[in-house]
């Protein structure tokens, strides 16, 4: 890093995305990045839904960062969805991040990807995350096997979970960023609406929750969220969309455990984000092949919706 004072640079600002397949530790990334949960984490495919702008700001930057859904072979409508919102977010950016995971061999999905951004302006930087699960050697590895596809402007190498160089990341961004203004005023960490945020978090727990085959066929909408302040209190109200009826029992749970569980666990990320009590209110619904119907998919705000 330049030894020059915050006070002597010159303040850059400009949209970095961070692309590549599922799992590769893009919304860990950002959640290090910000210091706080604004994206939800799981080990299944498609748990990221949303287009999610992050706003890191400090004295001499402004880095708007942008998590996409994994890009992958799509096997249904919301996989096409949630693609193409993936692929959106890869246009008229600064800064595209392809983040790689160190512990998983470079495979098609990944060529992909690195394809795809060969076809970009953007300045890209390499990001091989998940550094706390393998040697040198093997990262070394990872980092030449992904340059025979692209030419990275950077190169960094991380463990998000840990925090073990997100800050080499952050410095690396700011090089690459043009000058520009604050697109977002000071203080504002998010341009996602706080319904979408309260429902990512309940479904992130549904998924760490629920058997193999319900994760895919959760949907989550906040139907009413209003705060008394008197009480200093958030009063959500949430429905929870799966696709057949057998998934709704699992979802409930034997004499209403599960979806209390459900609810317990949301609460402390929804009160934390809120910085305020929450009284939550969790209603199971099915709605069969949701996951089939555009309209559908769209009202729940993932891939473009909302």
């Known amino acids: 890093m330049s030894d020059e004072s915050v006070e002597n640079r010159e303040f850059r600002s400009g949209f970095v995305t961070l692309a590549g397949r599922p799992n590769a530790g893009k919304s860990t990334l950002l959640n290090a990045v910000m210091g706080e949960k604004l994206a939800i984490t799981s080990?299944?495919?498609q748990t990221t839904r949303h287009r999610i702008r992050a706003i890191y700001?400090?004295?001499?930057?402004?880095?708007?960062?942008?998590?996409?859904?994994?890009?992958?072979?799509?096997?249904?409508?919301?996989?096409?969805?949630l693609n193409y919102s993936a692929m959106q977010g890869l246009q008229d950016v600064d800064v595209v991040a392809f983040v790689l995971d160190a512990s998983e061999p470079l495979g098609k999905g990944d060529i992909y990807?690195?394809?795809?951004?060969?076809?970009?302006?953007?300045?890209?930087?390499?990001?091989?995350?998940?550094?706390?699960?393998?040697?040198?050697?093997?990262?070394?590895?990872?980092?030449?096997?992904?340059?025979?596809?692209?030419?990275?402007d950077d190169i960094v190498a991380c463990s998000a979970l840990r925090g073990f160089n997100v800050d080499g990341f952050i410095e690396a961004v700011r090089?690459?960023?043009?000058?520009g203004p604050r697109w977002f005023?000071?203080?504002?960490?998010?341009?996602?609406?706080?319904?979408?945020?309260?429902a990512e978090f309940i479904r992130e727990?549904?998924?760490?929750?629920?058997?193999?085959e319900v994760p895919h066929s959760?949907?989550?909408?906040?139907?009413?969220?209003?705060?008394?302040?008197?009480?200093?209190?958030?009063?959500v109200e949430a429905s929870i969309y799966v696709d057949r009826e057998s998934q709704k029992g699992i979802v409930i749970g034997k004499g209403g455990e599960g979806i209390k569980k459900i609810g317990t666990a949301a609460r402390?990320?929804?009160?934390?984000?809120?910085?305020?009590?929450?009284?939550?209110?969790?209603?199971?619904?099915?709605?069969?092949?949701?996951r089939q119907d555009a309209t559908q998919i769209r009202k729940f705000g993932y891939g473009e919706g909302l």
């Open 43 to 45: 080990n299944v495919a």
């Open 57 to 81: 700001d400090t004295d001499d930057m402004q880095m708007v960062l942008v998590d996409t859904p994994g890009i992958h072979k799509p096997h249904d409508p919301l996989g096409e969805e």
């Open 113 to 152: 990807v690195l394809r795809e951004l060969a076809k970009l302006d953007s300045k890209k930087i390499l990001v091989v995350n998940k550094l706390d699960l393998v040697n040198q050697e093997k990262a070394a590895k990872q980092i030449e096997k992904a340059q025979a596809y692209l030419d990275f």
């Open 175 to 179: 090089r690459l960023l043009p000058e």
């Open 185 to 198: 005023p000071e203080g504002m960490d998010t341009d996602q609406p706080t319904e979408v945020v309260v």
């Open 205 to 212: 727990k549904i998924l760490h929750m629920t058997h193999d």
């Open 218 to 235: 959760i949907g989550v909408k906040v139907d009413h969220l209003d705060y008394d302040e008197d009480k200093d209190m958030y009063f």
């Open 268 to 290: 402390k990320d929804i009160e934390t984000f809120l910085g305020a009590h929450c009284n939550l209110d969790l209603i199971v619904k099915v709605k069969h092949n949701w």
